[in-house]
């Protein structure tokens, strides 16, 4: 089986990133809001306009809100579009300020509740707040830091800081979001990008924190950092119901890169009162490029699944990911029991996968679950710890899976499971199983593990063995000591 049927549609992501994460250039008016301003005057940047809410409603096409110091309270509704001729309505941090968005002692109102709304916009760009502090201990009183709807295009979301977004309900429901995108409409959100937020001390209860839901077709997740949250970090989710075409209803043709995502545990979620959440999670979604994130300390590390029995999530790509100390597992694909769906015609390339399954379930650092089938595995480490499994495959439903050009490696017993059945010999498990006839059994030999830096020696095995580049396992120096010493403290 070869790859010609990802080189189909990488080429279409690959125009959709270029178009997505390009503003076009501003022509209109630079006003200015202050909370010592006033909505009476022209909002010049010696008479700002004082209320947020009033200030962004003045917009027109190709202007641009600078926003000051202080702290406005929200919610606030982002209604005014930009064009393609004109530009992006643009509302962003003055420089060198840092405005806030707060909700510290404003009631949640029912259902979805953005602190920040935007619905059926068209070229608007929000940068450089704070936003914060939108607390609901009420079921279906649902509290989302920014939240887009409906249908649009060219929104971007870029440089913000979401933190203490809580959904606390007891009963009733409990749900909430730092940043979700809920293609809501026949017609599609295209065009969205998410880019270098921060999005952090969350409460969650059955949502995530980052989201692409329904009818989004054309996305960008890129550069955000993600942690300390009870529930999934990043998901890109189709076959909810939330677009009333249900053909359209599921996220595709998107990229999730250079994210760093971490802490993201469901242990202490009365909602589940168990370990199941992912750091990078697609149920449902199709045509996803998953490239050079990191994700650790996690239930599960990426997943690509679907929850829907009768779905699929298909043509994905993870390449080049660096996944390790996630407590369940680090990959796992396929519905997670025999009523969900499957994953199908997606490529695994070029990972590292390091010390998984720290709580030693039996998932190991990659799990086939339910119906997985026409897949591409290759050209990954997979570097087990105590739990010794390196290969998870509990079900038989597994059809032309192509599995090969791996270098494995375990400081235990290394156990791989194929369609149910576990071999502790590497020679057994190939012989039993036709599977990676090229792969290799030997120490990475990474640069400091105990540090977490998995970048490989010059004289690693890994070099020289993969079926691409010659060098197994995701591209060098993505994770050094450096970067995790810059991450803030959890």
């Given at each position: ?6 080189g ?5 992501i ?8 390009c503003?076009?250039?501003?022509g ?7 909370p010592d ?6 909002g ?11 200030a962004v ?17 929200g919610?606030?509704?982002l ?7 004109d ?11 840092s405005p806030?968005i ?6 949640v109102?029912r259902?979805?509740?953005p ?10 760009r929000?940068?450089g ?9 009420f ?9 887009v709807?409906g ?79 009870d ?19 599921r996220?595709?043709n998107?990229v999730v890169?250079n ?23 697609v ?16 239930n ?13 999530t ?36 070029g ?9 030693q379930?039996?998932?190991?650092e ?7 089938s ?22 038989t439903?597994n059809?032309?899976?192509?599995v ?6 375990s400081?235990?017993?290394p156990?791989?499971?194929w ?9 057994s ?11 290799i ?7 400091d ?20 580049d010659?060098?197994?396992?995701a591209?060098?120096?993505?994770l050094?000591?450096?970067f ?7």
């Amino acid at each position: 089986m070869g790859r010609g049927w990802i080189g189909r549609w990488i080429w279409t992501i690959s125009i959709a990133v270029a178009a997505a994460g390009c503003s076009l250039g501003q022509g209109g008016t630079t006003y200015y809001v202050s909370p010592d301003g006033s909505d009476e005057g022209p909002g010049e940047e010696a008479e700002p306009w004082q209320t947020l809410q009033f200030a962004v409603t003045q917009l027109a096409p190709g202007d641009t809100l600078l926003v000051g110091d202080g702290v406005y309270t929200g919610p606030v509704a982002l209604t005014q579009s930009g064009s393609e001729e004109d530009g992006f309505v643009t509302i962003k941090n003055k420089p060198g300020e840092s405005p806030v968005i707060d909700g510290d002692g404003v009631s949640v109102p029912r259902g979805f509740a953005p602190l920040v709304a935007m619905r059926n916009v068209d070229y608007v760009r929000l940068e450089g707040f704070e936003i914060r502090n939108w607390v609901s201990n009420f079921g279906r009183r649902n509290p989302v830091g920014i939240f887009v709807s409906g249908s649009g295009s060219h929104i971007e979301i870029v440089g913000n800081d979401i933190h203490d977004i809580e959904a606390r309900a007891e009963t009733g429901g409990r749900d909430g979001h730092g940043i979700a995108a809920y293609g809501t409409s026949a017609t599609a959100i295209t065009d969205l990008v998410i880019q270098n937020n921060k999005v952090h001390d969350l409460i969650l209860g059955t949502s995530e924190a980052v989201v692409v839901n329904g009818n989004v077709d054309g996305f960008v997740v890129d550069g955000n950092e993600v942690w300390n949250s009870d529930n999934i970090g990043i998901d890109i989710i189709g076959f909810e119901g939330k677009s009333p075409d249900p053909e359209l209803d599921r996220a595709r043709n998107g990229v999730v890169k250079n994210n760093l995502v971490y802490n993201i545990d469901t242990a202490d979620n009365p909602s589940y009162n168990e370990r199941n959440a992912g750091g990078i999670y697609v149920d449902g979604g199709r045509d996803i490029l998953i490239e050079n994130n990191i994700v650790h300390d996690s239930n599960m590390g990426i997943e690509i699944a679907s929850e829907d029995g009768g779905g699929d999530t298909s043509y994905i790509i993870v390449r080049n990911n660096v996944v390790y100390n996630n407590h369940i597992v680090g990959l796992a694909m396929g519905g997670y029991d025999e009523n969900r769906g499957r994953t199908e015609f997606s490529e695994i390339v070029g990972n590292t996968f390091v010390n998984n399954d720290t709580d030693q379930e039996g998932n190991g650092e990659l799990l086939l679950q339910f119906d997985v089938s026409n897949n591409v595995i290759t050209d990954n480490i997979f570097a087990a710890g105590e739990q010794g499994l390196l290969l998870g495959n509990p079900y038989t439903e597994n059809e032309d899976n192509l599995v090969d050009h791996n270098l494995y490696f375990s400081t235990d017993t290394p156990i791989w499971e194929w369609r149910t059945e576990r071999f502790d010999s590497w020679a057994s498990y190939q012989a039993a199983t036709g599977n990676d006839s090229a792969s290799i059994v030997a120490d990475p030999l990474f640069v400091d593990a105990e540090a977490g830096d998995y970048t490989l020696t010059k004289d690693s095995p890994g070099r020289g063995t993969g079926s691409d580049d010659g060098i197994i396992g995701a591209d060098e120096a993505i994770l050094t000591n450096a970067f995790r010493n810059e991450r803030p403290s959890s």
